[in-house]
RNA sequence: GGUCCGGUAGCUCAGCUGGAUAGAGCAGCUGCCUUCUAAGCAGCAGGUCAUGUGUUCGAAUCACAUCCGGAUCACCA
């Protein structure tokens, strides 16, 4: 029961005391800080069914609180808001919770499994931005479902084949006269990408030819010689031809070396990887399985079908006339397969909403196929990322690619960190150490500090900010509460929380109000899917702690309780730092 | 055209299960380092919450309409 709750009870007991009315939704705000108390319960619902003024009912709720809840010390009522404050007893009482719970702000297990999928990238070009708004989304995501209960899974299902590759593989086959990682010296991802560009421009000269022959461009964009033979490499690979997929496993595993060295920079890892390569055949036989008990219908030339209008949906394919696969019939393979292999209870996606349509499709047919499971499965559609100059295409050259980006930031750390000087005494490797978690610390907090659902604009010049709302302004934060506890425990000064008798200082106040705040935000974020509402409450409580900070004086006190209050605040303060960071999986520093 | 998402300070974003004079950060301007890390703190300035109508004691928040931006409606993935 938390004191929100308790208070809520008395606020109930108190209406129906006074009111005989049972009030069954008691709704509590914080108060603003520009009035006295804490938490604030608006009257103005009352008075119908009450005929009395909204301060009127303030002020008999208020005695009525005062009298008999144990907890409250006081109030105010302005206009028809009541604001309530609790007794410093309350509060430390609260703190002294706080402190004792070592797994504060993480739930016990609720017996439910969960996969998240996310990542997925394609092996034809290395990771860009958006990539990495995808990952940091899954990768905080499942820390933050781990910590509210959830037994997590995470997966990423490489998009290992396809017309993309082939392209690749084309270009690499006319121009690279067996270059190789080691020979060009670039990363196996950017080699692969150099020819997928490759193929692109020599591409778009051949449409311009054909169109300058006279030839429609949509037709050209059909027959360029190149595109031809993309398509003939794919039908090669599909047939298992030898040196077609000898040549396709060879860049691909260029490619996957390449994103392992950008996962790891980056922290993000998987339980389990999925590839396209084996997955796509799956799906239908359940699609003709499906066709007997009518779930699914044949069209004359063979193509299949579901009308899923009665669902607000469209009729859509499923298997074409041929009898191949599209997307929607791998994806519901797929997920059979994940099912098959975990057994989950839940199933998520961490897609970009371009592909809203296709989830709401691949869910409804599922539950159409009766599958229980498909009650479980959600999309996490989270927004593209823009730049200044506009939308980021690939094919227009205009990403940002991720492992440049994540050196400019190493590098800006490294920069910002010497000028200041604090860790002259650092050596090459703890500085090395401190650069990545501060890079990683700005990247990762300023794409993750929005609202997932939201279109955001990546602005290079902010993002590599370090002051104001950013990671490392959390980071700093802590650093130096890292200094203050170095300090207390060469002193010998042990962390305690004061007698009854203790009067609180309201900055003190304060901080156990933002502290006793963090389970709730982890609760709601892992609801909501929504990281950013954790990063918002970290950086809600760097900022109390640091106006705390200078505004009290922690060692030179003359209360001794009020030295030992403060260090032991100022622990819990950096303890919960560092959990809500960790669960963006940002790192925190000792010193910076 | 149908469907979906968005429009809040110069910029980037919170707030949106209706509640007080709409909040942060950045940028701009003022102060604060002989005292625990100034990557900090305090303050000033900055808003017709796209527009209109409605519901309500009360609307940035809900409903409807309009305008603007984006996504999607492939036998691509």
Redo the contacts with the bound molecule.
């Keep these: 029961m938390t004191i929100e709750d308790i208070l809520r009870e008395d606020i109930r007991k108190a209406i129906s005391t006074h009111f005989d009315i049972i009030a069954d939704d008691i ?1 509590l ?1 914080p ?2 800080k ?2 006295e ?1 804490f938490y ?1 319960f ?1 009257t ?2 009352l ?2 069914t009450t005929r009395k003024a909204p301060a009127e009912i303030g002020q008999i709720i208020g005695e009525h609180l005062v009298e008999n809840a144990s907890i409250v010390a006081g109030f105010n009522v ?4 009541l ?1 309530i404050s609790l007794k410093d007893s309350t509060w430390l009482n609260l703190f002294t919770d706080i402190s004792a719970d070592e797994a504060f702000g993480t739930f016990p297990s609720n017996s439910l499994s969960v996969m998240i999928e996310f990542s997925s990238p ?1 092996t034809n070009k290395p990771l860009h931005l958006g990539h990495l708004r995808n990952n940091f989304l899954g990768d905080s995501l499942s820390r933050i479902l781990k910590a509210s209960g959830y037994d997590v899974v995470k997966t990423c299902l490489v ?1 290992d084949r ?2 993309h590759i082939c392209k690749s593989m084309l270009a690499y086959k006319k121009f690279g006269h067996g270059e190789t990682p080691e020979t060009s010296g670039l990363k196996g991802d950017h080699l692969a990408g150099k020819y997928y560009v490759k193929f692109d421009i020599e591409y778009k000269k051949q449409i311009a030819e054909l169109v300058a022959q006279g030839i429609p461009e949509e037709e050209a964009a059909k027959k360029a010689p190149w595109i031809l033979e993309a398509q003939k490499l794919l039908l090669l690979w599909e047939q298992g031809d030898a040196e077609t997929v000898a040549l396709w496993r060879t860049m691909n595993n260029w490619v996957y070396a390449g994103f392992a060295q950008t996962y790891n920079k980056i922290g993000v890892s998987f339980d389990k990887t999925y590839y ?1 390569s084996d997955t ?1 055949l799956l799906g239908k036989d359940i699609i003709e399985e499906a066709i007997k008990t009518g779930v699914f219908y044949k ?1 004359p ?1 063979n ?1 299949v079908w579901i009308d899923l209008s009665s669902e ?1 949906l ?1 009729e859509k ?1 499923v298997l ?3 009898g191949t ?3 929607i019939t ?1 994806d519901l393979g797929t997920t059979e397969l994940k099912n098959s292999d975990f057994h989950n209870n839940r199933y998520l996606w961490v897609v970009g ?6 989830f709401k499709v691949l869910f409804a047919i599922l539950k159409r196929l009766g599958q229980t499971y498909s009650e479980g499965c959600y999309h996490i559609s989270y ?2 990322v823009d730049l200044p100059s506009g ?1 980021m295409k690939s094919r227009e050259g205009t990403v940002v690619d991720a492992d440049d980006l994540v050196s400019q930031m190493i590098q800006t ?1 490294a920069d ?2 010497q000028e ?1 000087g ?2 002259d005494d650092f050596d090459g490797e703890e500085a090395k150490l ?1 650069y990545n978690q ?1 890079a990683m610390g700005a990247l990762k907090y300023y794409l993750l ?3 997932p ?5 990546f ?1 290079p010049e ?1 993002s590599i ?6 990671g ?2 959390i980071q ?2 802590y ?2 509460i ?3 506890i170095r ?1 207390a425990e060469q002193a010998g000064i042990q962390p305690t929380i004061p007698g009854d008798s203790y009067h609180l200082h309201q900055a003190e106040r304060e901080l156990i109000f933002v502290l006793s705040q963090y389970p709730v935000k982890v609760a709601a974020s892992a609801n909501e899917f929504a990281p ?2 954790i990063s ?1 409450y970290v ?1 809600e409580l ?2 109390v702690y ?2 705390f ?8 006190d003359p209360d001794p309780e009020a030295v030992r209050l403060r260090v032991g605040l100022s622990a819990a303060v950096s303890e919960t730092i560092r959990k809500a960071l960790g669960l963006m999986g940002i790192g925190v ?4």
């Design positions: 709704l705000q108060t603003k520009e009035f108390g604030t608006v103005f619902p008075t119908k302005v206009q028809g808001f604001n394609n998009n396809g017309i396209e796509y069209k030339d193509s607000g469209d394919l074409r006339g041929d696969s599209v997307y791998q909403n371009e592909q809203d349509y296709h927004g593209m939308k750390a910002r960190t200041l604090k860790i401190l501060l500090k929005v609202d659902k939201k279109r955001m604009l602005n902010e900010d370090f002051q104001g709302h950013t490392p302004f700093y934060t650093a130096r890292r200094s203050i300090k950013s509402l918002q950086f760097a900022k640091n106006q900070y200078a505004e009290v004086s922690i060692f030179s520093p000792e010193r910076m």
